[in-house]
């Protein structure tokens, strides 16, 4: 384990902005996390793992540990079910492709998500009608001050739409170290019930789809939509969709009648902040180096040379044009490093 200085973070966000980290260190295994969480030389620790949803904005004057653990293997199984533990500095696309070579299914809606695995349950996320969440049986995170292990279950991380305990009061405590999920090994449940995936099938002429056909109609979806962060610097969404009352929907909808929107219970709907930006004029527009994908308007994007400050007013800008617009205010779904 080597502590380096002055580091560069350019290529460890896939924003691609290019902070410089005081002091870095490279962790391959939960003795060296262990380790260079004992560093007293080094009180201020910052946890950095794909750097896929996250935007710098400053320095980072502490030691940034870059969780790197790798390791993905079968905890458990029968005959229709696999367990399988995933150590959190695993990609997580690699991962998903790893579980379909042996064809286990229940990841294959989650293809070509960015990062890592082991912050994936932070935010739970999600894509073309699969959260998570839904093949989640539990992780293992290091508590930051007692350096003990602890496994959080499904009802311990508390998870929510791009939510979980960890981004509430286990936030900044724990470091997640590996990922258990439950995959099927037959009798897969497929979910193309999200419009574009039966589109997509449909064009590639696939009558009786497997979970390889799954994950290859979301890829391709991805890739029409979604910018490349190795080409072009992004965090995938940059806001929440937002989730509106009956009322505020209601009235909403009224005013927009146009509008798409999504009715997630009998109370709360939610409305594409895509759409709300895109209304607002902003997609494909560029301001300097920070620009709105010309794809998806929900997407933030760098240009090569924008500095976190840049994509952050230019975040501001948006807020404030949907909220004078729409009266809705959006969030953002990307972890900002001020
Ligand atoms: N839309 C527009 N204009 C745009 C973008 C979207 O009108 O520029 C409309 C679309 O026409 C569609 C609706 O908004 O009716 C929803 O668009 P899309 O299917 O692209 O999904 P999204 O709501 O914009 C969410 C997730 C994505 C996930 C997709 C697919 C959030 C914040 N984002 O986006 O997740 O891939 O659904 O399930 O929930 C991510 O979190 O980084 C991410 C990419």
Redesign the pocket.
Known sequence: MTVQENISLKPYNTFGIDAKARFFCEITSLEELRNALKLKDHQEKFILSGGSNMLITKDIDALVLYIHIKGIHVNSENENHVTVEVMAGENWHDMVLWTLDQNYGGLENLSLIPGYTGTAPIQNI???GVELKDCFVSCEAMDMETLELKTFSKEACQFGY?DSYFKNEGKGRYIITSVKFQLTKKDHKLNTS?G?IETEMEQQQVTNPTIKDVSDAVVAIRKS??PDPKELGNS??F???PVLTKNEFELFIKHNPEA?YFKVSEEEYKV????L??QCGF?GKRFGDAGVHKN???VLVNYGNASGKEIIELAHTIQKKVWDNFGIEIVP?VNIIK
């Not at 594409?272 to 759409?275: L, Q, R």
Request: no cysteine; hydrophobic share 35%.
């Open positions: 999600g894509a073309y791009r999200y574009a939509k979604l995938g969404s806001f929440k969709n798409h594409p902040a895509g759409w930006i895109e997609k998806q308007a929900l779904e």
